[in-house]
T-cell receptor
Framework: NAGVTQTPKFQVLKTGQSMTLQCAQD?????MSWYRQDPGMGLRLIHY???????DQGEVPNGYNVSRSTTEDFPLRLLSAAPSQTSVYFC?????????????FGEGSRLTVL | AQSVTQPDIHITVSEGASLELRCNYS??????LFWYVQSPGQGLQLLLK??????LVQGIKGFEAEFKRSQSSFNLRKPSVHWSDAAEYFC?????????????FGKGTRLSVIA
């Protein structure tokens, strides 16, 4: 049972570099989302998607782009990384209306921007 | 706008002692409420959830939580803590009006367990 898979688990970038955090789920979930976790801040929603071709902004979307071309994949792109984007990123998914709110999380991707 | 407050940043309890983690929420309609646990270096795992019905809900690992509408609270309890319960705990609130409403998380409570 793969569930939600995130890659890479660790990444170090220099300021201004770009990268993509990958997220894939094999549960046929309609809803997918990206959170960032920072000490003392809890989890903050970056972007989310309610289905292929549909995305929306969360609480902290600036500096991040997303797209949803398939049900399975929801990549998060950093176009020009900044030190403020140093964080642990979590991808999470859930079915549509059947189980409202119960999110399934990946194991996280730890990003350091120098 | 919905919000969640977890008043305690860090709690230390002795192994075998009882535990209560506090959670207060703000939401304009009937909420869906959740508790998640995060072990070090891991993702979040659902402990329990409240959607409707009985206000005392049972979860995994011996945890329970009680929904009190009058106090806008959803406190997590465990009668006897084990060392393996040391982790960070997050309360979250979502809406019943739409199945696709994003969850809002509290800032978390870190639990330490001492011998």
């Amino acid at each position: 049972n793969a569930g939600v898979t995130q890659t890479p688990k660790f990444q170090v970038l220099k300021t201004g570099q770009s990268m993509t955090l990958q997220c894939a789920q094999d549960m046929n979930h309609e809803y997918m989302s990206w959170y960032r976790q920072d000490p003392g801040m809890g989890l903050r929603l970056i972007h989310y998607s309610v289905g292929a071709g549909i995305t929306d902004q969360g609480e902290v979307p600036n500096g991040y782009n997303v797209s949803r071309s398939t049900t399975e994949d929801f990549p998060l792109r950093l176009l020009s990384a900044a030190p403020s984007q140093t964080s642990v990123y979590f991808c999470a998914s859930r079915p549509g209306l059947a189980k409202v709110g119960e999110l399934f999380f990946g194991e996280g991707s730890r990003l350091t921007v120098l | 706008a919905q919000s969640v407050t977890q008043p305690d940043i860090h709690i230390t309890v002795s192994e075998g002692a009882s535990l209560e983690l506090r959670c207060n929420y703000s939401y304009g309609a009937t909420p869906y409420l959740f508790w998640y646990v995060q072990s070090p270096g891991q993702g979040l795992q659902l402990l329990l959830k409240y959607f409707s019905g009985d206000t005392l809900v049972q979860g995994i690992k011996g945890f329970e939580a009680e929904f009190k509408r009058s106090q806008s609270s959803f406190n997590l309890r465990k009668p006897s803590v084990h060392w393996s319960d040391a982790a960070e705990y997050f309360c979250a609130v979502g809406g019943q009006t739409s199945g696709n409403t994003p969850l809002v998380f509290g800032k978390g409570t870190r639990l330490s367990v001492i011998a």
